[in-house]
């Protein structure tokens, strides 16, 4: 079978141009295939539906062609052969396919910050109002003794504390509330490392200092959760996020209140609850 790739991230361009690139299939999804490196990093071949993200190929069927994820199972290898990416008996043609940059323009979002400020209250109650069962929107408080409790089973208190101190620049206890909110909760990608990747979101835009804030916050998750997490909480911390973030920080940036509803739909409706799991961490911490 062979894909033709549509667009391809930035960051997932540079993990297949490294020398002797090899891998394996790490899972397989309806829309998705996930590749993962020796080295614990991960290539997403994607459909259209899902779109641009900073892991992932966005791929195609040639005209009659089965699905994307069709015989490709967890541990077939991968590699790479000239502008052709093999994954078992799978090919992907990556030719010409435009590469896609991952990373908002976050000096003009940090430019107009008090224009997004202004927009929050909004995002809130939208958000709440899309928030899928189960996830941390449904719980999401303000007060530091509630941020996340019923889903993480979180100590009252314990990691709010550390987080607000951590922003504030005390780095052991942002250690700390990493290292208490990693890994917590189900799948691939668990609701405590999603909302650590929202946090970092809002550290892009209001941290006088958001490389190391974002770079702690990963270096300490990352070796306490799921290969695929890992991964996205390092692009992350360098600022990376997929299309629906884009349009989300659009949105708020220009001040249109009118954008933000179909902006929050299309982030909240990432994986079952991931995409409401790191809105939560986005929203919590910019309610400081």
Known sequence: MRLIARSISRAARTTLQRQWFSAHVLAVFDQACDLATPEGDVVALVSPSVGDGPLSVVVQAEPGEPAADRGALPGTPAWLDGDTLHVGSLEVALGEAPVWEPCPNWSAHRARLPIIMTGLPELRAIAQGHAPAGSLLTDLDTADAHVVQPTL??????????????????????????????????????????????????????????????????????????????????????GQCDANWHRLLAALSAGGVAQLAPAVQQVVAHGATSGADMLAGFLWLAAG
């Open 153 to 238: 089973a979180v100590r009252p208190g314990s990691e709010a504390k550390n987080l607000r101190l951590g922003w504030a620049g005390d780095l052991a206890c942002l250690r700390e509330a990493a290292a208490q909110l990693a890994g917590r909760g189900i799948g691939l990608t668990p609701s405590g490392d999603d909302f650590l990747g929202g946090l970092m979101l809002w550290a892009w835009l209001a941290h006088p200092a958001p490389g190391p804030f974002c770079r702690t916050l990963a270096e300490v998750a990352g070796p306490r959760t799921t290969t695929l997490s890992a991964a996205f909480l390092r692009a992350a911390a360098r």
